[in-house]
C-alpha cells in the first residue's frame, strides 16, 4: 500500500500545504492499514493469538482502504485543477 502512495505522490511534486497535508494522511493510513496486512499473516500463520485488540484493528481494515483511496482521488483532483507551469508561463507572457 505504501509503494501505491509513493506511486501517486511524486515526492518533488509535493510543494504546497495542502498537498503534504493529503501526503501525511495518506501516509499514515497506509502505514496503519500495512500493519493490518502483516497482523492478518501473521494469525494466518498462526504467530500470534487473536485478541479483541487484533480483532478491533482488523475490523478497520476496510475503512483505512477507503480512506487512502478517498484522498488519493483528492489529491489527483487536486492537481487536475492546478493550473500546469507552461500555462501559467504562456498566461503570464500574454498578460504583459
Same mark, same amino acid.
Given at each position: 500500500?505504501?509503494?501505491?502512495? =509513493?506511486?501517486?505522490?511524486?515526492?518533488?511534486?509535493?510543494?504546497?500545504?495542502?498537498?503534504?497535508?493529503?501526503?501525511?494522511?495518506?501516509?499514515?493510513?497506509?502505514? =496503519?492499514?500495512?500493519?493490518?496486512?502483516?497482523?492478518?499473516?501473521?494469525?494466518?500463520?498462526?504467530?500470534?493469538?487473536?485478541?479483541?485488540?487484533?480483532?478491533? =484493528?482488523?475490523?478497520?481494515?476496510?475503512?483505512?482502504?477507503?480512506?487512502?483511496?478517498?484522498?488519493?482521488?483528492?489529491?489527483?483532483?487536486?492537481? =487536475?485543477?492546478?493550473?500546469?507551469?507552461?500555462?501559467?508561463?504562456?498566461?503570464?507572457?500574454?498578460?504583459?
Amino acid at each position: 500500500m505504501q509503494q501505491k502512495v =509513493k506511486d501517486v505522490f511524486e515526492l518533488g511534486a509535493i510543494n504546497d500545504a495542502f498537498s503534504r497535508e493529503l501526503y501525511k494522511k495518506v501516509r499514515n493510513s497506509a502505514k =496503519k492499514l500495512d500493519n493490518i496486512l502483516k497482523t492478518e499473516e501473521r494469525l494466518k500463520n498462526k504467530e500470534i493469538k487473536s485478541t479483541s485488540d487484533i480483532q478491533e =484493528k482488523l475490523s478497520a481494515k476496510q475503512a483505512l482502504s477507503q480512506q487512502v483511496d478517498e484522498i488519493i482521488a483528492v489529491y489527483k483532483m487536486y492537481q =487536475k485543477a492546478l493550473p500546469s507551469k507552461e500555462t501559467s508561463l504562456v498566461a503570464e507572457n500574454v498578460e504583459t
